[in-house]
């Protein structure tokens, strides 16, 4: 087994090495945007006809959800793209694929866990783009894995938990958006199920959901990280406000959460709820 972890400087390639070196050492090539640039098609055939890898998990993508409004044909190259020639590649070359999609493919109007057979009605550009990422690697590469998730943070990267924990300090009122709920996902987690599922007895292609268990807003989120990380006045003080009271340049589903139903049956798995998971990686986080 041979793997490579593309975009491995992210929030989740970062924590795909710390996981793949503790359970399963030197095995991994780690590919970061400036050593392998995945919309240049000429540099990443020759890197792969040269790699003899058996799996590429790729982490890379564009996630700049509002910059996406005006930056289509960056966000489509990677997201699209360089995903198409990542699943001609695996035909010809005879690797699987574990690719990252995301909640933000459907429109949010469902009232119960999205599963993975629901049809996809994205919002935005970057979702529209995740959405054709997939139909690509369906299409051109069947046999492999797609795990759609959510909400995701890490100690490594910029996400919500630390733009939170930023503010912290701060005395401006700390407005959060409370109608939009979801499933925050520790990245840490979501590294530990896809190296339970590469290491699987059977290999099983498709489409899955991982989210950590449980759900929240974005300001029931902000509020438990501040209770956690001891700031209990500006936890109080948090000010819950709508999605349209924010202005931003992408649509958002105001549900997004994720039936695991499929993930947690076929693999066997356990997943931890989104406060706990919170917790490991405050306790991971630098106290400043
Ligand atoms: N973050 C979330 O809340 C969230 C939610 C649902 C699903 N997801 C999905 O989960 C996966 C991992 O997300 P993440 O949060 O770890 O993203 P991230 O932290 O933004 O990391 C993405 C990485 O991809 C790299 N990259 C961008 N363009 C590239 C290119 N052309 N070639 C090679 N690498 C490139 C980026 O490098 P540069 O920074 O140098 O460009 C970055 O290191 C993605 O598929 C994402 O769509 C994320």
Known sequence: MKL?????NGQLGREMREV???????????VGHEELDLTDRTA?????????????????AYTAVDKA??????????????VSNLARLADELGFKIVHFSTDYVFDGNNCRPYTESDKPEPMSVYGV??????????????????IRTGWLYSSFGSNFVKTIL???????????????IGSPTYAADLAETVVDIILAPHWTPGIFHYT?????????????????????????????ITSGDLVCAASRPLYGVLSKARIKATFNINIPHWHAAMRRCLAKMPQE
């Not at 490579?4 to 491995?8: F, K």
């Not at 793949?20 to 780690?30: A, D, K, M, N, Q």
């Not at 006809?49 to 058996?54: H, K, N, P, Q, Y």
């Not at 409004?69 to 360089?82: L, S, T």
């Open 166 to 180: 930023k503010r912290a300090k701060d005395t401006a009122p700390l407005r959060v958006v409370a109608d939009q």
């Open 212 to 240: 950590n268990e449980g759900i929240a807003s974005w300001y029931d989120f902000a509020v438990a990280v501040l209770e956690e990380a001891g700031y209990p006045e500006r936890a109080a003080a948090v000010v819950p």
């Open 20 to 30: 793949l070196e503790r359970r399963v050492p030197g095995i991994s090539t780690y």
């Open 129 to 146: 783009t995740k959405r054709r990422g997939e139909t690509a690697l369906i299409g051109l590469s069947p046999e492999s894995i797609i």
């Open 4 to 8: 490579l972890i593309t975009g491995s």
């Open 69 to 82: 409004e005006e930056e289509k044909m960056q966000c489509a190259a990677v997201n699209v793209d360089a």
């Open 44 to 60: 990443v055939e020759t890197f792969l006809a040269a790699g003899d890898f058996t799996h590429i998990i790729n982490c890379a």
